[in-house]
């Protein structure tokens, strides 16, 4: 007598009620199916989230210069440049938990191609940007630090405006498209990134040398910085230190008293980012939560069914003690039962649940991510479900006296 | 060869503050080949006598020696086992179970026993043949008779070569020809070689047995070896 022979009289005792072992195992298909929908929807919103900020750009810090105030009336962050030229320089070499900083300057300007023009944000940059805010190159070039430094005449653009100049599939680079009635050359043509958090298209934009930008968009306020600078930390650890780091930098620079307020702010977009990933990490273990209460629910459905079997079937275990069956084979039988009905519950539930989250999915258009470890705990649970759930009922089983099971009526 | 040595055995229930003797020192041996009926009324203490025999109780005090082996001190999985292999039995109201086929009702002590698929299939066609129902292997008790579903009891009880048979009033459910058929197959058994162990409050059924054991009040009063009636010509 093995665990083998019980498995055939385990089924037979579910099939002789088939009704109920279907809704008894309903309750674990339940379950298992809103753990893994659940999981899945959850990891489906954490992963867009970690994209969307993955596009933003790498371990990112903006530094914003101060705002003006007059008569009571505060412009905010960068309505005032207080950031110079050699606050860029001071924290590109001076803040040690900075990767790479760069200027963003930018500005509405309308483009203007062979036969079409588009608006779109023109940003006036150095060869670092790129890498801080992760945009990656399509074809052609980036800038380079040449550009920068003799103030060419080029433009890299992003996918959209290439779409609204020239069409989609059309070989943009060495074309000239025009600014304010400059001739500028496109000399690259960034890969697609797709949208902001807040919904931006991050493809509608353009990139020339910020030497260029001062000089042929903006003129003048040669000194100050008139837009932001962007900063990669080292890594994703240090960018609270980079942030502390720049703020000691920019005080020191900027003579600002021990007590007065900064006249910049510097914002650390990993610290949001990991914000995001915190709430939406609360929301799936949130949602695991409420989906295994309902898993535990449909164990207690099992416990209560296999009592009732017990006590159902005391003759049935009286005639079997008294041809021979010990007490663990008893004990096994009901075991086997209770768990052949929650593994079984727990394979439908995760078809079920993989059906639930891809109809979700598409329905709604979110992120699905199947994960498959939690298709193996799911079911590994439901297993210790019936185990856990079964052996009080088994044990019960077990224990009766044959004289008196065999009595029963 | 003696097969059943009960030395001074006994059995107290505490029933609320009384104690009861169901069993007050009861002692006798049972050699290989005998028909033994019990009997007593009810309350006798044939019922407690039976369950210690058949080794689904243990005495309070005294010594059982089933089959050469000390069984009174016996666990309950120890005891299994030794139902398994050296008891068959055979009930008043049959105690099979429902919805499932004569012969998987039959093989369910060679189940129990270990023994494999194919000859568990085999030994228990032949104890169906054995008792007459060769033709109804796979018939559910709700389709037999009273005296089919007894035979198939039966066969139960002798699919694993059992030393000893214990019957429970094995007649009380049955009419009087098919407790005579029945009757005759425990004497047939009993020809071959089977030692059985009958409890009856009837009589007319313990004529058919070689030797009547008279229980009352836990104690025996009577133990006398008689000549069987014959169930059946030609049966001895």
């Known amino acids: ?40 929807i959850g990891e489906g919103a954490k992963s867009s989230v970690e994209k969307v900020f993955a596009s933003m750009g790498t371990n990112l810090l903006i530094v914003l210069s101060g705002s003006t105030t007059s008569g009571g009336v505060m412009g905010g962050f960068g309505s005032m440049p207080t950031l110079t030229w050699d606050d860029l320089r001071a924290i590109q070499t001076e803040a040690p938990a900075v990767r790479a900083a760069a200027p963003q300057l930018n500005t509405r300007v309308s483009v203007v191609g062979e036969d079409a023009n588009w608006n779109t944000q023109v940003t ?57 009635a400059i001739p500028f050359v496109v000399i690259g043509v960034l890969d697609r990134k797709g949208q902001s958090p807040m919904g931006q298209d991050y493809d509608d934009s353009a990139f020339i040398p910020v030497s260029t930008f001062q000089a042929k968009i903006q003129g003048g306020l040669q000194k100050y910085l008139a837009g932001a600078i962007v900063v990669s930390a080292v ?41 995001q990933q915190q709430g939406t990490k609360t929301l799936t273990s949130l949602l695991a939560a409420i989906a295994i209460v309902s898993l535990l629910v449909g164990g207690i459905g099992i416990m209560n069914i296999m009592l009732v079997s017990v006590s159902e079937r005391t003759r049935e275990i009286g005639i079997r003690m008294a041809v021979g069956a010990k007490p663990w084979h008893i004990l096994t039988q009901f075991l086997v ?29 979110w992120a699905l991510v199947m994960r498959p470890d939690i298709v193996v705990v799911s079911v590994g649970f439901s297993a210790v479900v019936g185990i856990a759930f079964g052996l009080y009922p088994a044990q019960k089983a077990a224990q009766l006296d044959p004289i008196d099971a065999l009595r029963y009526e | 060869m003696s097969i059943i040595e009960l030395t001074d055995v006994t059995k107290r229930y505490q029933l609320g503050d009384t104690e009861v003797r169901a069993l007050d020192g009861v002692s006798f041996g049972v050699d290989e080949a005998e028909f033994i009926a019990i009997m007593g009324s009810s309350g006798s203490g044939k019922s407690t006598l039976m369950n210690v025999l058949g080794c689904l109780d243990r005495p309070t005090s005294g ?117 005579i058929d029945v009757m005759a197959l425990f004497q047939e058994l009993w020809g071959e070689g089977l030692t059985i162990l009958l409890v009856t409050h009837e009589p007319d059924i313990a004529e058919y047995a070689s030797r009547v054991i008279v229980v009352k009040d836990g104690k025996i009063t009577s133990d006398q070896k008689q000549t069987a009636r014959r169930a059946k010509e030609g049966v001895s």
Do not use: C
């Not at chain 2, 299939?121 to 292997?137: F, W």
């Not at chain 2, 037999?144 to 035979?151: D, N």
């Open chain 1, 235 to 275: 890594a994703a650890d240090q960018t609270n230190r980079a942030q502390s780091e720049i703020q000691g930098i920019l005080r020191d620079r900027h003579h600002i008293a021990s007590r007065a307020d900064d006249d910049f702010n510097v914002r650390n977009l990993t610290e949001i980012a990991a914000a």
């Open chain 1, 124 to 180: 006036g940059t150095t060869p670092e940007y790129f890498m801080i805010r992760s945009w990656k190159l399509g074809h052609g070039a980036l800038l380079s630090e040449s550009d920068v430094e003799t103030g060419n005449k080029v433009i890299v653009l992003g996918q959209t405006v290439v779409d609204r100049l020239f069409g989609p599939n059309v070989e943009a680079v060495g074309r000239t498209v025009r600014l304010r």
């Open chain 1, 337 to 365: 039962e209770a768990m052949t009905l929650s593994m079984m519950g727990g394979l439908a539930g995760v078809m079920l649940g993989t059906f639930v989250a891809s109809t979700l999915a598409q329905q709604l258009g």
């Open chain 1, 1 to 40: 007598m093995n665990l083998l022979q019980t498995l055939p009289i385990a089924m037979r005792a579910l099939l002789r009620n088939k009704t109920r072992s279907f809704l008894t195992a309903l309750g674990v298909v339940i379950g298992v199916a809103s753990v893994i929908s659940m999981v899945a």
């Open chain 2, 63 to 179: 010594k059982y020696v089933l089959a050469g082996r000390e069984v009174s001190t016996l666990d309950k999985g120890d005891l299994a086992e030794v139902r398994n292999r050296t008891i068959g039995f055979v009930f008043q109201s049959f105690n099979l179970l429902s919805r499932t086929s004569a012969i998987e009702n039959v093989e369910l002590p060679l189940v129990y026993a270990g023994v494999g698929r194919k000859e568990r299939r085999a030994r228990s066609a032949r104890a169906l043949e054995r008792v007459g129902l060769g033709t109804r292997l796979d018939h559910q008790p709700s389709q037999l008779s009273g005296g089919q579903q007894q035979r198939v009891a039966i066969a139960r009880a002798i699919v694993n070569q059992p030393t000893l048979i214990l019957a429970d009033e094995p007649t009380g459910n049955l009419d009087s020809k098919t407790s």
